[in-house]
């Protein structure tokens, strides 16, 4: 990997974890229904999976959770495994969804957002030991669709734009 390309994905993993950091302290979005937020970082991990590729960005997606880990939520309680099985699936899908079923960059965010539920309600499930939880991915889903709209018009938009060359 050549210096230019670390450079500028350090500096867009450093994005990511900036907008993750100020969106956990926003409650308007983090408080209509536990655990929902908008996703803003995910439009990065987005830009990174076009502009480089599913290897960049699942490293970038998952360095991410770790880091936020540390520094917010603390490393291996149940936030830190939400946030690493939603990380998880959504990047693996997203991928493929890009590469075999060619869904538009928006279409991918989708996948991605709902996927990112998904592998919460799974670590959820496992967690409290039971499947009841899985009433509440209907909800979920609500809302991921929507948010999955937003964050892959704006990755749209950030790689229209060219921010990286």
């Known amino acids: 990997m050549d210096l230019r390309k670390t450079v500028r994905l350090s500096m ?77 699936l959504s990047i693996i899908f997203m991928a493929f969804s890009k590469r075999f079923i060619k869904l538009s960059i928006v279409g991918v965010s989708i996948i991605g957002s709902v996927m990112h539920s998904i592998g919460q309600i799974i670590i959820a499930i496992i967690y409290l030991d039971t499947i009841n939880i899985i009433y509440y991915l209907p909800y979920l889903f609500i809302l991921s669709i929507p948010t999955g709209i937003i964050i892959g018009l704006i990755a749209k938009k950030m790689l229209n734009a060219k921010i990286i060359n």
């Open 12 to 88: 867009l993993l450093s994005l990511s974890i900036v907008l993750s950091l100020i969106e956990s302290m926003i409650p308007i979005i983090n408080g209509i229904i536990p655990g929902i937020k908008l996703g803003l970082a995910n439009a990065i991990i987005i830009l990174v999976l076009y502009l480089y590729g599913f290897k960049d960005a699942f490293f970038i997606s998952i360095t991410r959770v770790f880091l936020i880990g540390i520094i917010r939520t603390g490393l291996f309680n149940i936030i830190f495994f939400f946030s690493l099985s939603g990380a998880l």
